[in-house]
């Protein structure tokens, strides 16, 4: 039988290993979301308001973190090879799925990421600067056709939902874009308005506000349906080009490895931010569908998307080795 001295020695000793692991029940400190692009695009407007929305639900503060560059690889690459403890997380988009299909030697697989899930859908709408004359489809592809393969496109990157969107145009029309890459779906907006292109097109939440004020001109929206915050613009298939269809879509992954208690936490606080009424305000106010959904839900999304896109990444790839 031990003594007291060496028993209370012995719970003293007990209780110092036991304290680290009870502070360390995640999360205990802040998380990152890293955003493969620049600021003010599609992929880091839905990713803050995430970051905000989630957060709050986890009661940690969510730090949003911006590493562009080389169509969302550089970002990518940076979490999957991250710590997998769930303190970093990607806003995948797009590309996130369809960079492997576009490009060689990536400094990741694409089997280095494990799904968390989808956060938002926001409606893609074509834009173009105002000095173009065309105010739909029928006139902005009869202007593209004129231009003789010169008409400039802007994209947020290789992989990015606006060279696709480009592509299904091309398809659709034979209509040649040159496109021009930006870090950015906001620097590629941005392009646009200071006419150093002519078109793109890029998620609702960016382009609306310059659509009303003037600095802009929506064509159409590929989505669906309509934006709902600014239901004038007809989509693609109104106006007769039925296989022009994407959104931009945000969903979160974590680096492969991460345990799935983390993960599922993790879904959870995003099923709850979704469905909180403020967050959900902040997404829908700019046309922006709150997407939702479990774990094995992103994952038959992201598939099938992944399917659905492969031709068009297939072609976009041999174009570039041109």
Do not use: C
């Not at 028993?7 to 209780?15: I, S, Y």
């Not at 899930?117 to 893609?124: K, T, Y």
């Not at 939902?161 to 209509?175: D, R």
């Amino acid at each position: 039988m031990l003594k007291r001295p060496m028993l209370l020695a012995t719970m003293a000793l007990a209780a110092t290993f036991a304290a680290p692991a009870a502070r360390a029940e995640w999360p205990d400190r802040p998380i990152h979301f890293i955003v493969g692009f620049g600021p003010g695009g599609a992929n880091d407007l839905i990713g803050r308001i995430a970051a905000d929305g989630a957060g709050k639900e986890l009661k940690q503060t969510i730090v949003v973190e911006n590493r562009p560059g080389a169509g969302a690889v550089i970002g990518t690459a940076y979490v999957a090879h991250a710590q997998p403890d769930g303190y970093t997380f990607l806003v995948g988009a797009a590309s996130t799925i369809t960079n492997s299909l576009l490009l060689k030697d990536l400094p990741y697989k694409d089997s280095d990421l494990a799904p968390v899930g989808m956060i938002a859908v926001a409606p893609s709408t074509i834009i173009v600067n105002p000095s173009v004359p065309a105010s739909n489809m029928k006139e902005f592809i009869a202007w593209a056709k004129a231009q003789n393969g010169k008409a400039t496109w802007s994209t947020a990157g290789n992989g990015s939902t606006p060279e696709f969107v480009a592509e299904m145009i091309s398809e659709a029309t034979g209509v040649k874009f040159n496109i021009i890459p930006y870090k950015s779906g906001g620097a590629s907006v941005h392009g646009v308005m200071n006419n150093e292109v002519s078109a793109t097109s890029e998620a609702s939440i960016v382009v609306v506000p310059q659509i009303k004020a003037g600095t802009l001109k929506g064509i159409a929206t590929t989505y669906s349906k309509r934006i709902s915050s600014y239901p004038q613009i007809p989509t693609t298939a109104e106006q007769g080009f039925p296989t022009v269809q994407i959104g931009h879509w945000a969903g979160l992954y974590a680096p492969a490895g991460t345990p799935q208690p983390i993960i599922d936490k993790m879904n959870a606080a995003l099923q709850a931010a979704l469905k909180n009424p403020e967050t959900a305000e902040k997404l829908t106010r700019t046309g922006i569908e709150p997407a939702g959904g479990s774990v094995a839900d992103f994952v038959a999304f992201t598939k099938a998307e992944r399917q659905r896109l492969s031709d068009l990444a297939s072609h976009i790839a041999k174009t570039k080795e041109k």
